[in-house]
Each structure stands twice: as C-alpha cells, then as structure tokens.
C-alpha cells in the first residue's frame, strides 16, 4: 500500500519545515500505548518513542496474525513492556494458537533518540527497534527503523523494516488525540491497512493503575470485523502521577522456557519551627500536646531529652536502641529497623524527625548507627539544623546532601555517655514472614501457562549478637494439570513440608568487610553449609562477593557444591547495577551470570544472561552447553510499616518477592533452543537471609544510595510522623 504509506512520510518531512506556526506540544501529552505486537506503538506499527520511564505495560489482544489466521479458530497474544530507560523499552510476548501447533515466547526491543532531542521541537523522534529477538522459533522476526513528529494532536509515524516475517518495506501510521482518554489511530503494516481506536482511563484515586482498550480492524480484509485488546499500565515505584493526565502525566513530586524463581534458596544556624515550636507541627493546643512528645518535652533538660527520644523510638518499635552524646553538640543513635520492611531510609527519616522535634538546639549533629542482627553496619552523621529545615520545608537537599556524611560503622564510639533505660532488645525476638512461592512454565511445547502455586511461611528467630534461626515450610495450594506428577517438566510435586532449617552468623570481620555462615538443612534431604563474605569498599559502588555451599542429600548421597566470585559495580544516578558472578553453580554446571539491575521505588527490574555447561552426571550422560537470558522483577509484599513485636513476635509479608521468565536462546543439545534444560541453570543458593538482603537492604545499604535518596527521609517522616 504505497499509496497510503508515502505520502506520510513526506508529510512528516516537510510539514514541520512549511508550517512553523504550529505548535507541537510534547510528547509525555500522548499516551505511548502499547501496540498490538507488543511494541509502543500505534495498531501493528510502531511509533518513534518508548514506554515511560520506570512504567510497567500489559496488554491481552485476541488478534490473529494475518499469515495464518484463516487456519487457526483462535490466538491469544500476552504482552508486556518495561520502559527501563527513558530511550529503551524492553517487551515481551507469548502467542498460543494451538490447534495450528504455534506457542512462541519473544522479546522486543527499541532505542529511541526522543530524550536527547526533546528541547528541539521541529526535530523528528528516530527510534531503532527489533521485534521477536529470541534463539527459538520465530514468527514475528524484523528489524526496523522509525521517526514520529507531533503536530498538535496528531503523531505521524513512518519507517522501514527487514521483515522477513512482520513489516518487511515500508509502513506508516497516525494517532490523532481526539480526546485526553480517547485516540483514533490507523496504520499500513506492509500487508494490511487498518484502523481503530484507543481508550485510556486516568488513574484511579490514590491507586497509581490505569487501564486501554484498543479495537481494531482491517480495511483490506472483513472490514468491520474487529479485533480487541485490553490492558493496564502503572509505574514500578507505585507513585500516583498528576491528576488528570492519566498514564500519560508526570509523577507527583514530593511526599522453551522455563521460569526460574528469584534465588532466594535464593552549618547553618537557621532551626526549624519543628524543634522550636512547643505545641510541635502541628502548632495547635488542647489534645494535640498530649499525644506529641515534643511538647511535653521542650522544658526538660538535654539529658532528659536524649532519654525521651529513646523513649519514642523504643515505642515505636525500634529494637536495640541506645542513645548518647558527646560533647554537648553531638547525639548518637544506635537502632535496629524491624519495622519499615521497604526500605531502611524510611526509618532513617522517621528517627531524623524524632530527632529534631525532641532534641534542644545545642546538639549540632546527629550521628545514626544503623544495625542489623544487633551488628553495627552503617553510620550516617547528619547537621541537625540542615536537617531540620529540609524536613519542614523540602528546600535545599542538595545542601543537606553535602553535609551528610556515610562510612562503614565497626566498633563503639569513643568517650559517649550513653542514657539508661529501656533498649528493646532483638535476643529471643522472632518473626514469620508470610509469602508466596510460584513455579511456572510458559510458552513450552506442552502448554501456554503451567504453574504451581503454594504458600511459604519463614520464620526467624534471633539469638545472640549476629545469630539467626531460620525455618521455612512450604504449603501447596493450587497446580495446572501438566505440574500434577505426570508432567515433562522435570518437576515432583511434594505434600506440606519443612523446606529449610538452619543457623546463620553474620560477622563484621572488618568494617568494610562482612561474613555470614550457615549450617544445616539446606533443602529438604539436604544438609550441609552455605557460607559468603564481602568486601563493600568506600563509598559501596564497588562490592565482592565470595560465596561457598556444601550439601549432601541424605537419601542419593549426592554431593552438592558451588564456588562462586561475583564483582558488582553501582551507578547512583540510575539506581542501576551490573553484577557479574562466575564459578560452579548449585546444578553443578560452570559458567557465569550477567546481571544488569535497575531500582524504581523499592521495585528491581534485572535482565540477565546465562552461559553455563551442564555436568555429565547432571543430565543425559554428556555435557550439555547452554545459553539463556531473562528478565526478572522483585519487589516487596508487605506494607511499607509493618505491625511491631507483639510478645516478641511478628507478622509480616516478604521484603522481597521475585518472578522471573527466561527462555534459552542457544543449547547443545539437538532438540534445539526451545529445549527446557533438565535443572535450574546458574542457580546460588542464598536464603532470604543472604547478605546482600537481611544486612544490607536489599544491596542498597551503602554511602552512594543513601547520600543519593535523602529525599526518601522526608516523604517517610511526613507519611508517618502523626503515628509517633
């Protein structure tokens, strides 16, 4: 369709060129909604931008492909995108048309230039994208080249793909903004023209989740005969965006293929009215002054004081809490955080707050000695006049950021008088973390979707200074037929059991320098060790990780072991890490692992690359070489403030779940890519109680993530301040 496709690209060119009175409004004013093939895009075409920054996409769409839809009664197409960077996208999809025998899982992936070029209006958006970038079987492959330009309410797209099997020459396409909730779109794909429409809801009230429909039909084949997708977008930090813009806004400023889980076998002088004002922030009498310790406080002496704000932190949870100071100008603040499972800065803005509301105006700084297991990890000195002022007001955070200063915490301070009292001690504390467990298959030659679901209670039991009991159990729920103990998936279900029983110790051998060892039931019939030690220098954007393990299974006496390095490396401006670790895995294959891993919120999204070599006693009586990628998202089930210590114990959901889809995309072996590996493939088996997670915050516990996320203290403190 020449007819349809040339003319828009030479409207493209020349219409922002001959008519400058235009004004081309910019592009977060669109909605980048996902196409029918997965892609940003506008029905089977592509536009020349990407999904949002830090967004997450889904997308269901009943339509057939046109190759084969004449021989098949149906097809489901399942797609996703992540909007990783805001230049790259990266998308996923999994068709089923299984009376014809088609199930393919792919990739997608686009680069757009629309970033760097946005200050420039008559400039065209250029983007390069791959559509079905796996090592399988392939029914969607091409490459193209796009650019978009907006012209009021309209965005023309044109470009040029290399098929073979989708868009091969040129196509085109327009979305026209008839509405702020409502678009009218039509494009040529190379094959077919078509046309139709797109709705997109706002947000809902303080849900941060929005919702498209898309119909479509073709022009060139049963027009009138409509093909319909639905789906939602919401952004991975879980932050609503500005009102009445929908998915489209900015967010609110202020306060063959197997599945493989998450391993977690895995000075100024200035001082705010917040410590001035006798009534506290609220600045009103009556009830008020007796519900906020500051204004029951603000007569009292230094020495008083210090005692209230340990007081305060003891009730509101904190454990192993000591509070001193030296000197007159300087207080210092032991804690344990047990309560703001998210994330550790949130408990480092509910005790700054504290702070200031209760603390006189001689203390200058503050110095908070973060700890875990009752280990010293992290101190954070920061000016309380800085500090004071930032939290009543959110200006100047790039001065507080100067003045906060981050080291690796060891050993007691010198000459500090500590107050007595109450510290609320971790020993004999314990608390059962409630989370599920989830098995899948997707996209293999036995079925679209195959899982097995089960509920896994762990609990912990502190003891001594660094130790730690931990016990798990798993409890199926629910399977898919093809999981049931008749399946090909390498898979034995199993009845209720006990999964885990082990000691940990964790050791500050240095202060920058961190072991944690373990001893017992690694896996059901399995006993043995699992053993690691870090190396977090300076600033923590650099960190090595040496890990060990050793089980023997009691029943086989097959003996399991891995030796495993791994080097990460920190880049604070993206909350992104790149993690290599190499050695001999879990299932005994060598090889290694890279991780690329991005933090939005307290939401990790990873990409990561496999290339390891089965052992011949692990598979089919030969090595088996394989190479597999994925992607994987993990992110807290539990509130952000979990309940406290009820008589010692705690209920809570998991800091930490993740899902993780893979699929092999080079193998050995002649059944081809789409062949599922017989094990689990560069798989460390580090518990929930791993160093990186349950001493250093999930990997972000560190000079470089704090200084870099101080305004995390102040939306904390606002959120909570009243319940304190």
């Known amino acids: ?106 990739a997608n992936v686009k680069l757009t230039s629309e970033p760097f070029f946005r200050k420039y209006l008559y400039i065209p958006v250029l983007a390069l994208g791959i559509q079905d970038a796996s090592g399988g079987a392939s029914y969607f492959k091409t490459k193209y080249a796009v650019v978009s330009e907006d012209i009021w309410r309209l965005r023309v797209s044109a470009g040029y793909g290399s098929g073979p099997s989708r868009m091969k020459g040129g196509f085109a396409g327009g979305e026209f903004k008839a509405l702020d909730w409502f678009y009218l779109l039509a494009d040529n794909d190379t094959k077919e023209t078509n046309v139709g429409g797109r709705v997109v809801t706002p947000q809902f009230w303080k849900v941060p989740i929005s919702f498209t429909a898309t119909a479509k039909t073709s022009l060139d084949r049963q027009p009138g005969n409509f093909d319909i997708a639905f789906g939602f977008s919401l952004p991975l930090d879980f932050e609503m965006r500005s009102k009445g813009q929908g998915a489209g806004s900015q967010r609110v400023q202020g306060p063959a293929d197997s599945t493989i889980q998450n391993p ?85 803005g509910v005790i700054t707050g504290m702070a200031v509301e209760t603390l006189p105006d001689s203390y200058k700084t503050l110095r908070l000695i973060i700890k875990k297991k009752n280990i010293r990890m992290m101190q954070v000195s920061i000016p309380l006049p800085a500090a004071a002022k930032y939290l009543e007001s959110g200006r100047d955070l790039a001065g507080l950021k100067s003045q906060v200063l981050v080291r690796n915490a060891f050993s007691d301070e010198d000459d500090l008088a500590y107050s007595d009292g109450e510290t609320n001690s971790s020993l004999f504390t314990s608390s059962l973390m409630l989370g599920p467990g989830l ?135 993206f909350d992104l890490s790149l993690t290599g670790t190499a050695g001999k895995f879990w299932a005994q294959d060598n090889g290694y692992q890279l991780e690329l891993k991005r933090f939005f919120g307290d939401t990790a999204v ?60 080079a193998s050995s072996n002649s ?27 999930r990997d972000r516990l560190s000079g470089e993530y704090i200084t870099s996320h101080l305004e995390r203290m102040r939306d904390a403190w606002i959120k909570y301040k009243d319940g304190f």
């Not at 896994?456 to 409890?475: F, I, S, T």
């Open 264 to 348: 977690e076998f895995e000075t100024q002088n200035s001082t705010s009215s917040l410590a001035k004002d006798p009534l506290g922030p609220k600045g009103d009498s009556g009830g008020f002054a007796a519900d906020n310790p500051s204004s029951l406080i603000s007569h009292l002496s230094p020495s008083v004081k210090l005692e209230s704000l340990r007081d305060r932190m003891v009730k509101a949870g904190f454990q192993n809490v000591r509070v001193g100071e030296k000197g007159g100008a300087l207080v210092v603040v032991e804690y344990e955080n047990v309560t703001f499972n998210h994330n550790e800065m949130d408990a480092l």
């Open 439 to 573: 098995d899948t298959k997707i996209g293999t030659d036995y079925g679209a979707f195959d899982y097995s679901l089960s509920i896994k209670p762990e609990l912990y039991v502190n003891l001594w200074k660094g130790a730690q009991v931990d016990v798990r159990w798993d409890v199926p729920v629910s399977r898919s037929d093809n999981m049931d103990g008749r399946n090909p998936y390498f898979y034995n279900p199993t009845p209720a059991r006990m999964e885990r029983l082990m000691l940990f110790q964790g050791i500050k051998l240095l202060p920058e320098v961190m072991a944690n060892l373990g001893a017992g039931q690694i896996l059901p019939n399995i006993n043995g060790i699992i053993n690691e030690i870090s190396w977090q220098p300076g600033d923590g954007s650099h960190l090595i990780t040496l890990s060990q393990s050793w089980g023997r299974n009691t029943k086989t006496e097959l003996i399991q072991d891995t030796h495993l390095a791994s080097y990460r490396y920190y880049f604070s401006p």
């Open 1 to 106: 369709m020449n007819f349809f496709v040339y003319p828009l690209i030479l409207i493209l060119i020349t219409l922002p060129v001959s008519t400058p009175a235009f004004e081309l409004p910019p592009a977060e004013t669109f909605h980048n909604g996902l196409s029918l093939q997965g892609f940003t895009g506008i029905l089977n075409t592509p536009s020349a931008h990407v999904t949002k920054e830090g967004d997450f996409y889904a997308l269901y769409a009943n339509q057939k492909e046109n190759s084969w839809r004449d021989g098949t009664s149906f097809q489901d197409n399942y797609l996703f995108s992540v909007g990783f960077f805001s230049f790259f996208e990266l998308g996923g999809r999994l068709t089923s048309a299984s009376d014809i025998g088609i199930r393919d899982l792919s």
């Open 671 to 697: 059944a081809g890519a789409n062949y599922l590996p017989p094990v689990p493939l560069a798989l460390n088996p580090l518990p929930s109680t791993a160093l990186y997670r349950s001493y250093y915050n």
């Open 606 to 665: 990873s990409v990561y690359y496999k290339n390891t070599t089965i052992q011949e006693s692990m598979s089919l009586g030969y090595p088996l070489h394989w190479q597999s990628a994925g992607i994987q998202f993990a992110f807290p089930l539990t509130p952000q403030k979990d309940m406290q210590h009820y008589y010692k114990m705690q209920l809570r959901g998991t800091d930490q779940w993740g899902y993780a889809q893979e699929t092999t995309i």
